[in-house]
């Protein structure tokens, strides 16, 4: 049974940098997709960037502006949302996800990926 689990995180001030990485228990390059996706109590979850491992595609949410990089390590079945210049908007719980079966790999479907990592907690302070 594939299985994602998380580390990173954690509480910074604006404009600081964290990483979150995604460890699968298979090899990545066996999914369709791996994603991040965050979410804040009381407010549905949004997706924040995607990546294709088998290709390398990715795909982010307009939000992002550049700030955060999707990336992968195969050696290691890895994958790492590496965050910059981190805004207090982007306090949440952040989830890592993939999609075994084929969709869109696109930020704004999660309805796609259907296994999931335990969630990571992201606090940016003003």
Not at 2 to 23: F, P, W
Not at 50 to 58: C, F, K, N
Not at 70 to 97: F, G
Not at 115 to 122: A, D, E, P, R
């Amino acid at each position: 049974q594939d299985h994602l689990a998380q580390s990173g995180g954690g509480s910074v001030q604006a404009g600081g940098s964290l990483r979150l990485s995604c460890a699968a228990s298979g090899h990545i390059v066996g999914f369709y997709c791996m994603g991040w996706f965050r979410q804040v109590p009381g407010k549905e979850r949004e997706g924040v960037a995607t990546l294709r491992p088998g290709g390398g595609t990715t795909a982010y949410a307009d939000f992002v502006k550049g700030r955060f990089t999707i990336t992968q390590d195969n050696s290691k079945n890895i994958v790492y949302l590496e965050m910059y210049n981190l805004e207090p908007e982007d306090t949440a719980m952040y989830y890592c996800a993939a999609d075994g079966y084929g969709g869109s790999c696109s930020p704004l479907n999660g309805n796609d990926f259907d296994v999931w990592g335990q969630g990571s907690q992201v606090t940016v302070s003003s």
